[in-house]
């Protein structure tokens, strides 16, 4: 596609449900980033992937949050036991490996609105 | 610690007026900075990058943004709004391959 695309867009959770959220990134793309952006803040970088290497996790606030990406292009980002604070808008951004006037320019997607009551 | 500040939390001008917005960073190798938008709804869009050479980079949709190392500052500007570019504004700094760090951004309203 033309774009960094994600789905759902919006999912509402029960507090203890299981989620996944998708990302589809631009073809070609190597690099895939996961942000979570809570309500009236930035996005806060959550893991990071080459290929399908996970090369950066340190941002997932607890091992109930799992990301894969196991042949290195759509990405699924799993929150195990849902928690109210885990509501948040959860955005993808991918990159290639061509640098764009010297850097890898980094392309989000419309992010995935997750509410969890 | 690596950080980015944004002072403003919500700024409203007039269509037409001048804009500024202010980011301080804190980062301890050579800086990349951006600045991003997002309108409602969708993702973030960037709209300009520096990470070398002309301290004045040029944007899309006529931004600019002056990067001035002595007082750690990226701040974003341009010389006439429009009503389109009310939106939620992101500074964010990082090293050119990997994760960004972002400020907690500024709403701007623009009033006609």
């Known amino acids: 596609g033309a774009g960094v695309s994600q789905s759902p867009r919006y999912k509402v959770a029960k507090r203890g449900q299981d989620v996944a959220l998708r990302c589809d990134p631009i073809?070609?793309?190597?690099?895939l980033f996961w942000y979570q952006q809570a309500l009236g803040q930035g996005p806060e970088f959550l893991t990071y992937f080459q290929n399908e290497a996970q090369l950066d996790k340190s941002g997932l606030p607890s091992d109930r949050f799992f990301a894969e990406r196991p042949e290195g292009s759509v990405s699924t980002l799993k929150i195990q036991r849902t928690q109210q604070e885990d509501s948040a808008v959860y955005l993808c951004?991918?990159?290639?490996?061509?640098?764009?006037?010297?850097?890898?320019?980094?392309?989000f997607g419309p992010g995935t609105r997750l509410t969890v009551t | 610690a690596q950080s980015v500040t944004q002072p403003d939390i919500h700024i409203t001008v007039s269509e037409g007026a001048s804009l500024e917005l202010r980011c301080n960073y804190s980062?301890?190798?050579?800086?990349?900075l951006f600045w991003y938008v997002q309108s409602p709804g969708q993702g973030l869009q960037l709209l300009l990058k520096?990470?070398?050479?002309?301290?004045l980079v040029q944007g899309i949709k006529g931004f600019e943004a002056e990067f001035k190392r002595s007082q750690s500052s990226f701040n974003l500007r341009k010389p006439s709004v429009h009503w389109s570019d009310a939106a939620e504004y992101f500074c964010a700094v990082g090293p050119n391959t990997d994760k960004l760090i972002f400020g907690t951004g500024t709403r701007l309203q623009v009033f006609p």
């Open positions: 980062y301890g190798a050579t800086p990349y």
């Open positions: 951004a991918s990159s290639s490996t061509t640098r764009i006037g010297g850097t890898y320019e980094q392309y």
């Open positions: 520096y990470f070398s050479g002309d301290t």
């Open positions: 073809s070609g793309h190597v690099s």
